[in-house]
């Protein structure tokens, strides 16, 4: 199987973090594809992510418990906590019934099955390693001989959550552990996983005192997921990657987070148009840097992130349309963060939006093309000849901008029109007069 094949455009969904934390249950995952099915799916929205610790059966925030007990397996394979996932009752985890998946655990598969029903697709996140738990137990790792204290990095920890050591790729019985997690998320029906403290092993450091890159970790599960039969998303989280490592990322994963968790400021904002820049040389089919979560809408519902619980999204209408607006014509990953099903309007109508969504599956080469004191452009284009036009105003204030089409190595004549608006604009030559709002941003086509 070709990686490039699993996510030719960056994958659009729900993730259950920025609403949830740590404790979303089976009923919100259901109720969130229920909505995604009915009302986003045409728009390409198709995911639906169960995030961080569904093996934690206390798990009530985005507040980890440090040392808790968590649902596993014999082989040390952490499985869903069933008071939080009923359909995982018995053994029947997160997705279809026969003899070969009995045998696996049927772990989310009933919950998958429901998502696939609706025409969408399941994810979970994970965090890389072995469970602690695991090793002291010291199990054995399932179809061999090798046991759970033999392939753990006890040095290898993360800093942030208790439950996990990293995996030591130098010892017989890792990739083996890998490959036994892989092909028990394939019996689920699992399309997707986000696997967590990779981009930086952040609870390990190296002889030089920095800290590590988790290339070792990656190409396991790169390895595991080829192996599984299952055409699976390989997601990584958190970052900020390392743009030096952008080959090895493109080599063997389809997503890589280039941010800390992003949240609804506007300073995250103006940080992620830096990002951006960076990492932009590197987006190609099935390789997409990510800019992480969209905090729109209805957030934080006992998530509790930041201390501000249970609130609606701290970003203007304005802002809301910036962030849009440069994760499309970057081309990132969408993720929502809200909970769909109180979702009002503006914020349903800012993403299903047609014309600008179709930003991810048919632009290229999208660049910084201008960052002139307050105002940045980015430039982008498609293979009929089109080109795609952002512009942003980064000021306090409304601000007219006058763009030359000289520094956009453009030339003649091009029928302008506004994606957001929907709206023919006549033709522009030479230059685009443009007014913004503060913090807001236009998304033109140009066509000839």
Not at 53 to 60: G, K, L, R
Not at 148 to 172: E, F, K, L
Not at 238 to 249: C, I, Q, R, S, Y
Not at 296 to 316: A, F, K, P, Q, Y
């Amino acid at each position: 199987m070709n990686k490039n094949d699993f996510a030719k455009t960056p994958p659009m969904g729900w993730n259950s973090w920025d609403c949830y934390g740590a404790s979303v249950t089976e009923k919100e995952l259901k109720q969130n594809a229920d909505y995604m099915a009915e009302h986003l799916k045409k728009y390409g929205w198709e995911y639906i992510i169960c995030d961080i610790q569904w093996y934690e059966p206390t798990a009530d925030s985005s507040h980890y418990h440090k040392f808790a007990d968590l649902c596993m397996d014999e082989y040390g394979r952490l499985i869903p906590a069933e008071n939080r996932f009923p359909s995982a009752a018995n053994g029947a985890g997160f997705g279809p019934l026969a003899e070969y998946v009995h045998s696996l655990g049927k772990g989310f598969r009933e919950i998958a099955d429901y998502i696939h029903g609706k025409g969408l697709k399941f994810g979970i996140h994970i965090m890389r390693g072995i469970p602690r738990q695991a090793v002291a137990k010291n199990v054995t790792i399932k179809g061999t001989s090798y046991t759970a204290r033999q392939v753990a990095h006890p040095a290898s920890i993360c800093c942030w959550n208790s439950d996990m050591y990293g995996v030591d790729s130098t010892q017989p019985g890792a990739q083996e552990y890998y490959d036994s997690i892989l092909e028990l998320y394939a019996s689920w029906g699992v399309d997707y996983i986000k696997v967590d403290d990779i981009c930086v092993k952040y609870g390990r450091i190296n002889d030089e005192g920095t800290l590590q890159y988790g290339g070792d970790e990656i190409e396991m599960l790169h390895r595991a997921i080829e192996k599984c039969g299952r055409s699976i998303v390989l997601s990584l989280s958190p970052g900020p990657a390392m743009v030096e490592k952008a080959e090895h990322l493109r080599k063997y994963a389809n997503l890589w987070r280039i941010t800390n968790d992003f949240w609804d400021s506007w300073e995250d904002i103006m940080e992620m148009f830096d990002r951006c820049n960076n990492w932009a040389p590197y987006v190609s089919e099935g390789c997409f840097p990510d800019c992480d979560m969209l905090p729109v809408g209805h957030i934080s519902i006992r998530g509790c992130e930041h201390g501000l619980s249970d609130r609606w999204t701290r970003l203007s209408k304005a802002e809301q349309r910036t962030m849009l607006t440069l994760w499309n014509i970057f081309r990132s990953p969408l993720m929502i963060g809200c909970e769909l099903t109180d979702m009002d309007e503006w914020t349903k109508a800012l993403l299903t939006n047609e014309e600008v969504l179709s930003l991810l599956k048919t632009s290229r080469n999208a660049h910084q093309a201008i960052r002139q004191g307050d105002m940045i452009v980015w430039q982008a284009e498609d293979e009929e000849g089109n080109v795609f036009l952002a512009v942003f105003n980064t000021t306090n204030w409304s601000e007219t901008f006058a763009i030359d089409f000289r520094a956009l190595d453009l030339t003649g004549s091009y029928k302008l029109r506004d994606l957001w608006a929907q709206k023919e604009l006549g033709e522009v030559e030479g230059k685009l007069i443009v007014g913004v709002d503060s913090h807001d941003a236009k998304l033109y086509k140009l066509s000839k």
